[in-house]
């Protein structure tokens, strides 16, 4: 099972571009990289996964490098409601339970 | 469509009592799962289940017992109250094949064990 490092915390203020690493060294041939959102009082929910290069959606970008032992979640412009923990995962599309790391609590602030 | 639906929202037991929290989803998802949180920390896996009849273990299983006789529904029994099981309690559902980006969660049952 890929292990993910991840930093506690990140502050920043509204309209800056937040961009969250991920470390998962250990990462096998077949596993994606996910990333979950999860506001307060409030269970995770999917953001956006990638396998390699670059994959953007209407909420995020995910750029993956070709040795795949990192990420980088990219949130452009946050506001306030984008304070929130964030969660990387990894592993393949046979896995029947997530494995939740700490994840990465971001406050945004005006 | 209510997607999952956990109850209660809010519990308060004593030590030693026992209480099922409960679990449905409507989306006739093959997998669900039972994870608890504790404060500043992320979720941990309780148990989880493949299909009606199949349940294994997952992190965190002691004091906990699942079974799963429905596809729909996937309650989770406290057998005798704990203080450490004060948590938030949340259960996810997802397809077969999704892996790590179908998971659908609930609310969360918030208890307290006194």
């Known amino acids: 099972l890929a292990k993910t490092t991840q930093p506690i915390s990140m502050d920043s203020y509204e309209g800056q571009e937040v961009n969250i690493t991920c470390s998962h060294n250990?990462?096998?041939?077949?596993?994606?990289i996910t990333w979950y959102q999860q506001f307060p009082s409030q269970g995770p929910r999917f953001i956006i996964q990638?396998?390699?290069t670059k994959v953007t959606n209407e909420v995020a970008s995910l750029f993956i490098p070709a040795d795949r032992k990192s990420s980088t979640l990219s949130l452009p412009r946050v506001s306030l409601s984008d304070t929130a923990v964030y969660y990387c995962?990894?592993?393949?599309?046979?896995?029947?339970?997530?494995?939740f790391g700490k994840g990465t609590t971001l406050s945004v602030s005006s | 469509n209510a997607g999952v639906t956990q109850t209660p929202k809010f519990q308060v037991l004593k030590t030693g009592q026992s209480m099922t929290l409960q679990c449905a989803q409507d989306?006739?998802?093959?997998?669900m799962s039972w994870y608890r949180q504790d404060p500043g920390m992320g979720l941990r896996l309780i148990h989880y289940?493949?299909?009606?009849?199949?349940?294994d273990q997952g992190e965190v299983p002691n004091g906990y017992n699942v079974s799963r006789s429905t596809t729909e529904d996937f309650p989770l029994r406290l057998l005798s109250a704990a203080p450490s099981q004060t948590s938030v309690y949340f259960c996810?559902?997802?397809?077969?094949?999704?892996?790590?980006?179908?998971?659908?969660f609930g609310q969360g049952t918030r208890l307290t064990v006194v």
């Open positions: 990638g396998y390699k």
């Open positions: 289940s493949v299909g009606a009849g199949i349940t």
């Open positions: 996810a559902s997802s397809l077969a094949g999704t892996g790590d980006r179908g998971a659908f």
């Open positions: 250990n990462i096998a041939t077949n596993d994606y």
């Open positions: 989306m006739n998802h093959e997998y």
């Open positions: 995962l990894v592993g393949s599309t046979t896995r029947t339970a997530l494995i």
